[in-house]
């Protein structure tokens, strides 16, 4: 499993993102019609129905066949809708005859029919609803007399579509070259998508281009007129010959996805009759190179510009917005300056930059700062982002910052991060994917975002403060150098999978405070033998706590509520859950060989032996390291057990000792 959402890149290809809400769509769809089904459909012939106001509805087909005769009657009633989904994916299905008394066609009625290369429908259909012959078959399409209603993305994915045919008797739809216009061809709604044509005028006569009206087109080039006012949502999305485009003066709105996944994309030129650049806008066009803003812009939306190679963000004065993952994974983008009228700028906005190296602010600006390239909120207690692409190996923040934002170090090289005893909360995803080796989270810090070390593959050793409550989700999921985590008594809760991946962390100890802890927390950590915990059982759910991790649960003497199992791994009481040094029997004190004594524990470590002369003001040294082995309900005597003795301490006139581990 891999729950960090930054996976982003992917989601225009073969499946674009109005595919994607279209499948959402058609799910929540499909399982209401289920429901209605179940409770009302009869069927006849392999075709399913339900009765409503005198008339017969066709709310189902079983793909039988390869041609489909939809009955014109049914128990005497008249067909006269054809419902949603009703022949889904019926691939094999090449012909259907619809009766003429049908005037209806629902949404996704012949969604990913791809055999069906041709229909004909009746005179009287007056609407076709959304996504109707998505991801069909269809080679030629004709409008018939009585169309007034034409949903959205109705041809979607229609790889086969050569040409549009109306009715000359229409009043609401016409045809030129086989692209479909309204009557006045002031609206253009679709351009066939198997045309090989390189180029294509758009009329003088049109206003809006419809939606996805060009989408997954062969063109390179496309004129837009001057007339053109709209270029609504989809309207070149995943056209990947398109070269460049001029998007000319007066066109003022431009919707989302207007041209994301257009991969051949190399120069946009926006008019400054545009004041708002909307989500997705340029998505993974990613041989975008030339796409100035206009002076007139006022808001950049989600992912506008997600994944293009723009080498540099000029931001224009009297911006105030900047959405969501806007510039987010921009691999060339190497500097950014955020204006004055700038007010907001999501966290995310410039993350996965991998060059990256300054973000500057205007020093007018009353919202942001910048210190050193980095950004900041305007009082510095908020860091903001890191830029990826700054090369130093350490960076300290300047104190007074009291939180690290989500996010904020994602993925950057350094690997190590001195954090001043003024921050008091780290982000959700704030050192994802970083090269951290080892990190000190200082004292004052109390909450510790989801995520926040997801992913450190560095990371070897973490330490956390008293007063944090909780070790949320995912927090050091796939931090597979981690070998050495302490967890304070003030933690009541550990999410899922917060050490999931962990696989070199011999054994962990829980304290008695925590009372929960979420799905395979400890999973795929394949070298913990031991996890101690120090109160009894925390809840879990049914899925396994320990699940691929070859653990023994310890639990000390007295504790109540544990049984032979725990989250899919043994249990074993066990007296001791941290290193303690035996002070009574024979092992303990001077011998012939030195003084000496034996220190147990119920895990498999190692401990460090250290010695001093003073304990006012000690220089500790290590004398020793020793390896602890524990093997649960062994009756052996030496189980969970270690020797130490001190050659030298004959030599000295004091000497102190402790145990590190």
């Avoid at 109306?166 to 086989?178: A, E, H, K, L, T």
């Avoid at 003022?252 to 994301?260: E, Y």
């Avoid at 900047?322 to 999501?346: E, M, N, R, Y």
């Avoid at 100890?509 to 400890?522: D, E, K």
């Amino acid at each position: 499993m891999n729950p960090f959402p930054l996976s982003f890149k992917n989601l225009v290809g073969q499946i674009t993102r109005a595919g994607f809400i279209a499948a959402y769509r058609f799910l929540a769809v499909l399982l209401l019609l289920v429901g209605v089904e179940s409770a009302n459909a009869q069927t006849t012939n392999g075709f399913s129905y339900v009765e409503a106001g005198g008339s017969m509805t066709i709310t189902g087909y079983n793909c039988s066949s390869n041609l489909a005769d939809v009955p014109a009657l049914v128990n005497g009633l008249p067909v006269t809708s054809i419902g949603s989904h009703a022949f889904f994916q019926c691939t094999n299905l090449t012909r259907v005859t619809i009766p003429d008394a049908v005037t209806n066609i629902s949404d996704y009625a012949f969604y990913r029919c791809t055999g069906l290369t041709n229909i004909v429908l009746p005179g009287n259909l007056t609407t076709i609803g959304d996504n109707a012959f998505a991801g069909s078959g269809l080679v030629y399409f004709s409008i018939p007399a009585g169309l007034i209603n034409l949903g959205d993305y109705v041809f979607q994915s229609c790889d086969n579509l050569l040409a549009f045919d109306v009715d000359p008797s229409n009043p609401n739809f016409s045809s030129v070259g086989g692209v479909l216009f309204d009557k006045t061809q002031s609206v253009l709604f679709r351009y066939p998508q198997a045309l090989t044509s390189p180029s294509y005028l758009i009329p003088g006569t049109v206003k809006t281009v419809g939606f996805g009206a060009f989408q997954s087109s062969k063109l390179t080039k496309v004129t837009i007129p001057s007339g053109v006012t709209s270029l609504l949502d989809d309207v070149f999305n995943a056209s990947v010959k398109l070269s460049t485009i001029s998007i000319p003066e007066g066109v003022s709105f431009i919707g989302d996805s207007a041209f994301s996944g257009c991969a051949g994309l190399t120069e946009a030129l926006i008019p400054n009759s545009v004041t708002n650049i909307g989500n997705y806008v340029f998505f993974q066009c990613s041989k975008l190179t030339n796409a100035p803003l206009p002076a007139t812009t006022t808001y950049i939306g989600d992912f506008s510009f997600a994944g293009t190679s723009l080498a540099k963000a000029i931001l224009p004065d009297g911006l105030l917005g900047v959405g969501q993952f806007a510039f987010s994974g921009c691999s060339k983008l190497t500097s950014v300056v955020i204006p004055k009228t700038v007010t907001f700028l999501a966290a995310n906005a410039l993350n996965q930059c991998a060059r990256l190296s300054e973000i500057q602010v205007d020093l007018s600006n009353t919202v942001y700062s910048s210190l050193g390239g980095v950004l900041f909120d305007k009082a510095r207690t908020l860091l903001i982002q890191y830029p990826l692409g700054i090369t130093a190996s350490s960076y300290t923040i300047p104190n007074g910052v009291t939180t690290i934002g989500g996010g904020a170090f994602t993925r950057v090289g350094l690997t190590h991060v001195e954090i001043p005893t003024s921050v008091t909360n780290i982000g959700t995803f704030a050192f994802s994917g970083s090269s951290l080796t080892s990190v000190e989270i200082p004292s004052g810090v109390v909450d510790i975002g989801n995520g926040a070390f997801y992913g450190c593959s560095s990371l070897t050793s973490v330490r956390i403060p008293e007063g944090v409550g909780q070790i949320g989700d995912y927090t050091f999921q796939y931090c597979y150098q981690l070998s050495a985590i302490s967890i304070p008594s003030s933690v009541n809760r550990i999410g899922q999978y917060a050490f999931f991946g962990c696989a070199k962390l011999p054994s962990i100890t829980i304290p008695g405070s925590v009372t929960s802890i979420g799905t395979a927390a400890l999973g795929q950590c394949p070298v913990l033998l031991i996890a101690n915990f120090e109160g009894n059982p925390p809840l879990t759910d049914s899925s396994p706590l320990f699940a691929g991790s070859p653990t023994t649960v310890c639990y000390l003497p007295g504790a109540i509520g544990w049984g032979p199992t725990y989250g899919g791994a043994r249990t074993a009481e066990c007296p001791f859950l941290n290193p303690v040094i035996l002070t009574t029997g024979t092992q303990f004190g001077i011998s012939d060989k030195g003084f000496g004594f034996t220190i147990a524990w119920a895990t498999n470590a190692s401990v460090v032996i250290e010695a001093s002369s003073a304990v006012a003001a000690p220089a500790w040294v290590p004398l020793s390291t020793n390896t602890i082995s524990f093997v649960p309900g062994s009756s052996n005597p030496s189980n969970g057990q270690t020797h130490f003795t001190d050659s030298k301490s004959a030599n000295v006139p004091n000497r102190f000792y402790r145990i590190r581990w």
